[in-house]
């Protein structure tokens, strides 16, 4: 075993010097510093340390390299605030980004659309010629009154800026204050300007600190009458995509405790104004959501705890670290909720297990999924080659030691030109990313599974969804598809 591990670390450790071959000495060393090969976890004297720390990132992208990153426009838009259903996110600036963000997430939600929810709706400024030179304050204004007759049933709209607006200098905030006395219902501006920042990431942070500033700090009196109970939480970074958010809600509701607010997958403007009244915040993508929590607990005392319910073997370890922050009652409960699901975890593995056992996957997503899926995978009998992230930060790097193991290739903002050669080098069996690399990997005769939205499938979040997760990668997997083709070098003449 020793030696396989040795023999795989080698191995990939060669692979990323022929990587970097490629580039000029200058990006090559830059480069360098993003790539790596997980070493042993070791217990240090305060913390768990392992080779993923020393990965780089968080870091701007080289030019001409061909990142697979967002901007913080997506953050905010596509991720924090799209998905809060009873607000409608105005795209403010040209109609580019406003059309592109079309194709949301799949973050399912229950309501009337166009009635008292709005998620799927797009709602953009479409800036001109003269808006540019001229400002837009005034048809951001506009665009907030016919909104509000259109739609009297929205409680809320955020201000989505776009790159044109930093540049410009519209002063959204003044137009949210003056709408805000106007028409009596609360307007955000959100100052996540695409050039903003390396990567999407601080689209999150710019959209948690306008909850912060806008909704919870001007929520006081929202939540003042809220009496809540004793087992009062919060669902933090959940987006409910495919249903997520409302599979781990059904565990969380089974062992006894009551869920006031989902963030941000299916939630209400008045969920995320009570949100403080909870008494713990439990945060499942921890890149997207950790400034808030972390801000409630300085200023509201809700403590925060990290959850993964990805695969049978987290959820049943987050149930029991959930569970030990209430009373017996809790704990029993989470005890006989694990006991139920067992007959359901033990025929998914044993309809799937012999046909994924041994199966290798390299993934590259973002938020939290480049460690969180790794047990779900492993609770198949499947083989983690390699992860990494978009724009993960070095925290997210650290707690992915806990993760993955040792001779595993990590990545970070991994290039287009790197992914491909690590795909053919290694011939995973499976390729879990996002959308822009779906199709080039298939035509590699790699079978894929698209790990940002599920691939128009889901939920994975629970024991239900670890039932569709495992049923859809032995779907992508021993398709027999992948029999009937070759590689146009491999056909006869």
């Given at each position: 075993m020793a030696k396989d591990i040795a023999d795989t670390a080698e191995q990939?450790?060669?692979?990323?010097?022929?990587?970097?071959?490629?580039?000029?000495?200058?990006?090559?060393?830059?480069?360098?510093?993003?790539?790596?090969?997980?070493?042993?976890?070791?217990?240090?004297?305060?913390?768990?340390l392992s080779k993923c720390d020393t990965v780089k990132s968080n870091i701007k992208s080289i030019p001409g390299v061909m990142t697979i990153r967002g901007c913080s426009y997506a953050g905010s838009k596509g991720v924090v605030w799209g998905p809060i259903k009873d607000m409608v996110h105005i795209s403010h600036g040209p109609v580019g980004c406003g059309q592109y963000s079309w194709s949301q997430r799949?973050?399912?939600?229950?309501?009337?659309?166009?009635?008292?929810?709005?998620?799927?709706?797009?709602?953009?400024?479409?800036?001109?010629?003269?808006?540019?030179?001229?400002?837009?304050?005034?048809?951001?204004e506009k665009s907030i009154d016919e909104l509000n007759?259109?739609?009297?049933?929205?409680?809320g709209i955020s201000i989505q800026s776009e790159c044109p607006i930093g540049l410009i200098g519209d002063d959204i905030e003044a137009v949210s204050r003056k709408k805000n006395k106007d028409i009596g219902k609360t307007i955000v501006p959100v100052r996540c300007e695409g050039f903003r920042g390396v990567s999407q990431s601080l689209g999150h942070h710019i959209a948690n600190d306008t909850i912060r500033d806008w909704v919870l700090e001007a929520g006081e009196g929202a939540r003042a009458g809220y009496e809540g109970t004793p087992y009062d939480v919060n669902v933090i970074g959940d987006y409910n995509i495919g249903g997520d958010a409302w599979s781990s809600r059904i565990l969380l509701e089974e062992i006894g405790l009551n869920v006031i607010g989902n963030w941000s997958?299916?939630?209400?403007?008045?969920?995320?104004?009570?949100a403080p009244k909870a008494k713990l915040n439990l945060i499942h993508c921890y890149r997207s959501m950790n400034y808030i929590c972390r801000h409630?607990?300085?200023?509201?005392?809700?403590?925060?705890?990290?959850?993964?319910?990805?695969?049978?073997?987290?959820?049943?370890?987050?149930?029991?670290?959930?569970?030990?922050?209430?009373?017996?009652?809790?704990?029993?409960?989470?005890?006989a909720v694990i006991a139920k699901y067992k007959p359901l975890v033990d025929a998914v593995k044993a309809k799937y297990q012999a046909r994924l056992e041994g199966k290798t996957v390299m993934l590259y997503v973002g938020g939290l999924r480049p460690r969180h899926v790794i047990t779900a995978y492993e609770d198949l009998g499947m083989v983690i080659a390699g992860t990494g992230y978009e724009f993960g930060h070095g925290d997210d790097y650290k707690r992915t030691g806990e993760y993955v193991k040792e001779g595993t290739l990590i990545y970070d903002d991994v290039t287009g030109y790197e992914l491909e050669k690590f795909i053919e080098t290694i011939r995973p069996d499976l390729v879990g990313s996002g959308i822009k690399e779906k199709y080039p990997v298939q035509k590699m005769g790699i079978p894929f599974r698209q790990m940002h939205s599920w691939d128009y499938s889901g939920p994975y979040h629970g024991y239900d969804g670890f039932a569709i997760f495992a049923r859809d990668m032995d779907l992508a997997i021993n398709n027999p598809v992948w029999g009937l083709f070759d590689a146009p070098w491999k056909k006869s003449a």
């Open positions: 990939n450790n060669k692979l990323i010097e022929e990587v970097l071959a490629a580039y000029p000495a200058k990006t090559a060393k830059k480069r360098a510093r993003h790539l790596n090969v997980a070493g042993a976890v070791e217990e240090g004297e305060t913390e768990i799949r973050n399912y939600y229950t309501g009337a659309t166009g009635i008292d929810s709005f998620v799927t709706m797009q709602v953009t400024t479409d800036f001109q010629e003269n808006d540019i030179i001229f400002g837009g304050d005034k048809k951001l007759t259109l739609f009297p049933l929205l409680n997958g299916d939630a209400t403007l008045a969920e995320i104004e009570r409630m607990e300085e200023k509201h005392g809700v403590a925060w705890m990290e959850y993964n319910f990805f695969g049978p073997s987290q959820i049943e370890a987050s149930l029991r670290a959930i569970a030990a922050k209430f009373d017996a009652t809790i704990q029993a409960n989470a005890e």
